[in-house]
Nanobody
């Protein structure tokens, strides 16, 4: 599975961005997909995850009510809609998909929120 991310950038606090993650390869075996982020000097953390089997999604407490994970099956693309962005959301955002026991990562996209 190959993942290509896009949509990062610079935005003012309170603004919105939508990240995209396009998947190619053996996408039929994907059973979960999610977004992670890593801020400078911090560990990578889970932002949102979507479980394909039961259609459920979960979010980090810090983004609940502001971020939404979704997917377009026809385009093999996953999205992260980010609203009401805060400076503390500044990080490199990575998409990840799980295919059986293996996880695959995107290359990361920078999101910078100015105050």
């Amino acid at each position: 599975v190959q993942l290509v991310e896009s949509g990062g950038g610079l935005v003012e606090a309170g603004g919105s961005l939508r990240l995209s993650c396009a998947a190619s390869g053996s996408t039929v075996t994907i059973n979960a997909m999610g977004w992670y982020r890593q801020a400078p000097g911090k560990q990578r953390e889970l932002v949102a995850v979507f479980i394909i089997g039961d259609g459920s999604s979960n979010y980090a407490d810090s983004v609940k009510g502001r971020f939404t994970i979704s997917r377009d099956n026809a385009k093999n693309t996953m999205y992260l809609q980010m609203n009401l962005l805060k400076p503390e959301d500044t990080a490199v955002y990575y998409c990840k998909v799980q295919s059986g026991p293996r996880g695959y990562w995107g290359q990361g996209t920078q999101v910078t929120v100015s105050s």
